[in-house]
């Protein structure tokens, strides 16, 4: 729950128009799926992306459009052939997260919900060459997005919020890797309990990149210092997402009606959590919607928060003081 009993703040008018524009563009692109059959075109982590690119136009992702665009693009290729030649299990999860991360690496991308878009093919069984292009689509039409904005209504000159500046830390791509034992410990068990239950998204594409940026930048995430509030607030958007598609089906005003809960939710937990939009997203590209997906969610989510917590108490006792 919210760590207050106060309301949130009001946002800003510019802030809740590029929401409302977010929001537009998602229910477009469902459009597009539904009108030429392509599933593919809605991607869950568009959500996240194009939440994060438009309503912060001076932020790390903002700032590097041609990466928006590509780099989902490549890790969802080395997904795709992976789904292709490999079975749903432990190995082809993790070599999917690691060439995933080593595409960022190489790239030096900062957009970090490429892993998603690598590992979405291996968790649904996506095996069709039209994936890729699927994701270029959007991408690079909220890249170009991106750019008009800039271009055409520029962020006005004021300094940037403390909350901004976190942000664009946490959406940096990782110095060293102090962080990597740790989010291996996370992946396996997660990874292997999916396995072993059969409950594919107790390990859901988005959750690996809210681990991948926890783990990560443990001093600047944003959700990190409140795990149980992430649990809860990615639960209840898989909650949603689910009552949207049962209720109206995969249509665009269930995406757009999807998205605007997210939104409001990570509102009024007062959590800046791209990911956890796309989380809402997801049960418009399962094959069966019932459920089952939210309390997966909850599992997954709960998993990581509790060994975030143990590692984070570990630190803290290993750290000298002075």
């Known amino acids: 729950m919210p760590d207050t009993d106060r ?18 563009y998602l229910g477009a692109v469902a ?14 982590e568009l959500a996240a992306l194009a939440h994060d690119v438009l309503t912060r136009p001076r932020g790390t992702w903002a700032r ?12 969802a290729i080395l997904g795709t052939f992976i789904a292709r030649h490999m079975a749903y299990g432990l190995p082809a999860i993790l070599l999917t997260v690691a060439g995933a ?23 649904l069984g996506v095996t069709s060459w039209l994936y890729p292009p699927s994701i270029l689509a959007g991408t690079g039409i909220l890249a170009g997005l991106s750019l008009l904005g800039r271009r055409f209504a520029p962020a006005p000159p004021e300094p940037l919020s403390a909350a901004d500046l976190r942000d664009d830390i946490v959406e ?6 102090s962080w990597l034992p740790a ?13 072993a239950t059969g409950w594919r998204f107790l390990l859901y594409p988005p959750l690996v990149v809210i681990a991948f940026e926890m783990f990560a930048h443990p001093a600047a995430c944003p959700w990190a210092p409140r795990p149980l509030a992430l649990a809860a607030a990615c639960t209840l958007s898989a909650g949603l997402g689910t009552l949207f598609v049962l209720l109206l089906g995969a249509t665009p ?5 999807s998205m605007t809960g997210g939104v409001l939710l990570l509102r009024l937990f007062r959590l800046h959590v791209p990911p956890a939009l796309a989380v809402g ?14 309390l997966a969610v909850g599992g997954g989510t709960l998993l990581l928060a509790g060994l975030f917590l143990l590692w984070r108490r570990a630190r803290a006792e290993s750290t000298p003081r002075a």
């Open 253 to 257: 005003a269930a995406v757009m009606l």
């Open 64 to 75: 590097a459009p041609a990466l928006v665009a590509a780099t989902p693009v490549l890790t």
């Open 172 to 177: 940096l791509p990782p110095t060293g890797l």
């Open 31 to 44: 459009a597009t799926a539904d009108v030429t059959g392509i599933s593919y075109l809605l991607f869950p």
């Open 281 to 294: 997203l997801l049960p418009f590209v399962l094959p069966q919607v019932d459920g089952r997906f939210p």
């Open 183 to 195: 989010f291996l410990i996370f992946l396996i068990a997660d990874a292997s309990l999916a396995v």
């Open 7 to 24: 309301p949130p703040p009001r946002p800003p008018a510019r802030r809740l128009a590029a929401e409302a524009v977010a929001i537009a």
């Open 101 to 123: 991360i080593l595409v960022i690496r190489l790239l030096r991308s900062p957009v970090a919900p490429a892993i998603s878009a690598g590992l979405l093919p291996l968790s």
